[in-house]
């Protein structure tokens, strides 16, 4: 199974910006896909946005296109999130995942995201 740590959240502004990264063991060029999931306090966990090997797919939960930016650097094993314009609703515990193809999903441990007003 596929190790992940992930760092970059904490408590920021609305309006404020945020960078988390999850950082693999192994080489994210072979794994399918990467991306992250948020929960909040009583709701669902949300897709945020995925990215499949090589970038050529990316998707985004359409209340943050425009604000977040997904990105993967593959010599470094790293999937980013880049969050701008951050917002109240965006507080969530966010989980990075990887779909590597030739095993199950693998999770970060998550790391907490909170947006002031």
């Known amino acids: 199974q596929v190790q992940l740590v992930e760092s970059g959240g904490g408590l920021v502004q609305a309006g404020g910006s945020l960078k988390l990264s999850c950082a693999a063991s192994g080489n994210i060029f072979s794994f399918n896909a990467m991306g992250w999931y948020r929960q909040a306090p009583g709701k669902q966990r949300e897709l945020v946005a995925g990215i499949t090997n090589g970038g050529s797919t990316i998707n985004y939960l359409d209340s943050v296109k425009g604000r977040f930016t997904i990105s993967r650097d593959n010599a470094q094993n790293t999937v980013y999130l880049q969050m701008d314009s951050l917002k109240p609703e965006d507080t969530a515990v966010y989980h990075c995942?990887?779909?590597?193809?030739?095993?199950?999903?693998?999770w970060g441990q998550g790391t907490q995201v909170t947006v002031s007003s």
């Open positions: 995942f990887v779909d590597p193809g030739w095993g199950p999903r693998s």
